[in-house]
């Protein structure tokens, strides 16, 4: 597969998700720490109650709505510059950004495992997956090389933390703006070949499925 900075992989599809209004560091909504405001002073201005804090060092304003866009051009500034354009969004930080789940401790990024990246540097509040990405794995949400619904279903059943995983697979099943039913990603996963916890996986999908499921 091409690097997903690479002309020859195309460009990926936008996913147009909330209320498409535009988010800048310059005199919009979306504010990054070192950019107009230093980190205290973004922190000053939530105490404040002008803007909160949508994760690491990115605000929003409190006028403005918190939607995919905000969380994706927000998650993307705690990976570096020169690394952005290799990785891709993916796991519970996708699944946060499409509205599916909570703030990640650490941002999960997906690359290519068949092109060389370079490591992360020591410190890095991200964390690294190498891992085989399709042709229709990736979109862009925001500008944001974020996994696909489809892709980060799967990704969640099969690495998805325990206490977590089922709730999450609801959460992006019932989401209708993602199109993405369960039944879909259970097709998709009893075709793949290879998948380690293939078997556990399918029972966190069945479990998402079923209407009573009540988590404990």
């Not at 190498?130 to 059943?157: C, E, H, K, M, Y």
Request: with cysteine; glycine share 8%.
């Amino acid at each position: 597969m091409p690097p997903l900075d690479s002309t020859a992989s195309g460009a990926p599809p936008e996913r147009v998700l909330g209320t498409g209004q535009p988010i800048t560091s310059t005199g919009g909504a979306l504010f990054h720490a070192g950019e107009i405001f230093t980190s205290a002073e973004l922190q000053a201005m939530r105490l404040e109650g002008l803007v909160r804090l949508v994760i690491g060092d990115s605000y929003l304003r409190s006028d403005f709505r918190e939607d995919p866009a905000a969380r994706s051009r927000s998650a993307v500034r705690s990976v570096p510059a020169p690394i952005r354009p290799r990785v891709a969004l993916g796991r519970s930080t996708a699944a946060w950004i499409y509205g599916c789940a909570p703030p990640p401790a650490l941002i999960s990024l997906v690359t290519d495992h068949r092109r060389r990246t370079t490591a992360l540097p020591p410190f890095t509040p991200a964390v690294m997956h190498q891992v085989a990405l399709g042709p229709f794995d990736v979109n862009l949400v925001g500008g944001v090389s974020v996994t696909t619904p489809l892709r980060t279903a799967l990704d969640i059943a099969v690495h998805g933390e325990e206490r977590d995983a089922v709730p999450i697979l609801r959460a992006i099943g019932r989401a209708r703006e993602l199109d993405c039913p369960l039944r879909l990603v259970e097709a998709a996963l009893v075709n793949a070949p290879r998948v380690p916890g293939k078997s556990r996986a399918l029972a966190r999908l069945l479990a998402a499925q079923r209407p009573r499921y009540v988590r404990e």
